[in-house]
Structures are given as structure tokens and as C-alpha cells.
């Protein structure tokens, strides 16, 4: 697949608020622990993992433009295009990051990308696909493609937080629970991972990120073990919810639960409503899609 810059979504950034609280809650706390990847794309490099993929896709994309690399290490081209996105990020300095995600060793985060070819490269926006390209590409190349991701959509987006690069290294260190929940979360133990969450909120009950990464471990888990009946109206509509956040597009997921219950009645209505709240508090109050879905409720029930 060429590289069509014309694919890019001008309108990205519309509709996103200013500052980092766009993103996911419990991506910032579970990503809080995820060191990036050593090279020369330092933090603005890193490895996708399903503890990470809604900060990604959510704050770092609302911030500035994510690359995001869906490769496999059995395949050279993989290899060689995760080497050339690293020197960019470096060359970058803060104003794109590249996220790698390893197809084997992730294979659920990567299906959320509809992957069918390695390796698969997605620019994403403000949570958004802009345009993506299959295969290997000269530097110079990528180069050109990335500087016009920078250009055309990087000032509809918020900018790094703080307006520093690698700002992460300015922050407190996270509790080793943390980064502890993270490897759980990676190696796809996520009760375990649960379970580390409320050892830390048993020490910190306020700790709002904490509680935010543990309910979107829970959300990993619900969607994974639940398989709705067909002809189960309501357990479809929080399902299709549950993946559609997990996938990026939470106001469409936060738009079908309102759908729901505008026509549901009686316990299946509280039932819906109840999910609904509880996605809201995967993100910040003040995050423009909740405020927007909440005024959209209002109508939708009264």
C-alpha cells in the first residue's frame, strides 16, 4: 500500500478537548509503570501492550500523533520498519510518538486494529485512524509521511503534556504494584491484575487513576469472557459497548447504550444505564465525550 497523505483526517482534532484529560484514566494509571522501549526514540518510543493500548489510542493520540507499528519479529520487514520509526521518534523530539505492538505475543490488542498483513503501520489521532500503510517503506519516505502528520494534524491536538518532551520523566515514580499490574495485565493474567489494583486501593482508596485502571482491567476481562446470545438484546448492546471503548470509539459505544435505553423499560433500562456510568468512569469528568454523552442521556430519558 502507497503512502496517500490524503487519507489523513484533517478533522482529527475537532470535537477534543485542550490538555491531556482526554485520555483514558486507567491507561494513565496503567501506563504509568510502562517504561519505554531503550533506543533513540526514547519515551516518545514504546511497546503497546493491552495494559497500554487505551493510552495510546486515547491520551497520547489527543496530545499528539501516534504511529503505531502492529509488527511480528519472524518478519524482517517488521524489523527493519521498527528500527527506521525509532530514529524518527528520536529525530521527532516529542512531536510524535510510535508505539510497536508484536502481533504474536499481543494478539487480542492487535485484532482491535483489524490487522490482516505485518507489518501494519497506523497513524491515529486524536483516537482516530487518519491513514496507514502495509509493508516496508525508505526513510525517506517515512520521513516525509510522518512530518506531514506533524504538520497537517499535530496542531488540532493538544501537544505534549506539559509542553515538554518526555515528560514522564518529570513525574513521580508510580507504585511497584503498578508496573506489577502491567506485567500481569501483559501476560494476560488479569485477575491478577484486578486483584494487584485493590491492594493498592486498600492503602489508597481515593487514588482516582488507580480505581480508573482497575475498572478498565475489569472491562478487558468482561469483554473477554462474555459471549452474548444472539437473540440476548441486552447483553449484545453491552457487549457491542465493552469492545467498542476497548477499540477506541467511546462515543460510539457511549452513543449505542443511549440508544438502548431511550427504548429499553423496567430492569433493562437501570441495567444499561448502570454500564453506561460505569464506562463514564473509565475517563476524566471533565473528558468532552462524557459531557457530551451525559446531555444526551438527559434528552434521551427525559
Known amino acids: 500500500m502507497v503512502l496517500d497523505l490524503s487519507q489523513l483526517n484533517s478533522s482529527a482534532g475537532k470535537g477534543q478537548g485542550s490538555g491531556s484529560g482526554n485520555g483514558s484514566g486507567a491507561g494513565q494509571a496503567a ?29 497520547k493520540s489527543a496530545e499528539v500523533p501516534v504511529v503505531v507499528l502492529i509488527g511480528s519479529p519472524r518478519s524482517p520487514a517488521s524489523e527493519e520498519l521498527k528500527q527506521t520509526l525509532q530514529e524518527l521518534a528520536g529525530e521527532g523530539r516529542g512531536t510524535f510518538a510510535v508505539g510497536y505492538l508484536d502481533a504474536d505475543a499481543t494478539p487480542q490488542v492487535a485484532q482491535l486494529f483489524g490487522v490482516r498483513d505485518l507489518p501494519t503501520t497506523v497513524a491515529l489521532g486524536a483516537g482516530q485512524p487518519l491513514t496507514s500503510f502495509v509493508g516496508a517503506q525508505p526513510i ?19 501537544g505534549p503534556a506539559g509542553g515538554a518532551e518526555d515528560a514522564a520523566e518529570n513525574e513521580p515514580p508510580a ?89 429499553a423499560a423496567g430492569d433493562d433500562k437501570e441495567t444499561l444505564k448502570q454500564r453506561l456510568f460505569e464506562l463514564f468512569d473509565l475517563f476524566e469528568a471533565n473528558d468532552p465525550r462524557v459531557l457530551n454523552a451525559r446531555t444526551n442521556l438527559a434528552s434521551a430519558l427525559f
Open 175 to 263: 507504585d511497584p504494584r503498578i508496573a506489577a499490574a502491567e506485567d500481569q495485565l501483559a501476560c494476560g493474567d488479569v485477575d491478577a491484575a484486578i486483584e494487584t489494583y485493590n491492594q493498592v486501593l486498600d492503602d489508597d482508596p481515593d487514588n482516582t487513576p488507580v480505581k480508573q485502571a482497575r475498572d478498565s482491567a475489569a472491562l478487558i476481562k468482561r469483554a473477554r469472557d462474555t459471549e452474548p446470545a444472539a437473540d440476548d438484546e441486552i447483553g449484545q448492546a453491552l457487549h457491542k459497548a465493552d469492545m467498542a471503548v476497548l477499540g477506541g470509539n467511546v462515543e460510539a459505544a457511549f452513543q449505542g447504550l443511549i440508544g438502548a435505553i431511550s427504548t
Open 31 to 59: 501506563g504509568a509503570g510502562q517504561g519505554p522501549s531503550a533506543g533513540q526514540g526514547g519515551a516518545n518510543f514504546f511497546t503497546v501492550t493491552e495494559a497500554n493500548v487505551q493510552d495510546v489510542v486515547m491520551k
Open 140 to 158: 525517506d519516505a517515512l520521513r516525509q509521511w510522518v512530518n506531514a502528520l506533524v504538520q497537517q494534524v499535530g496542531p488540532q491536538l493538544s
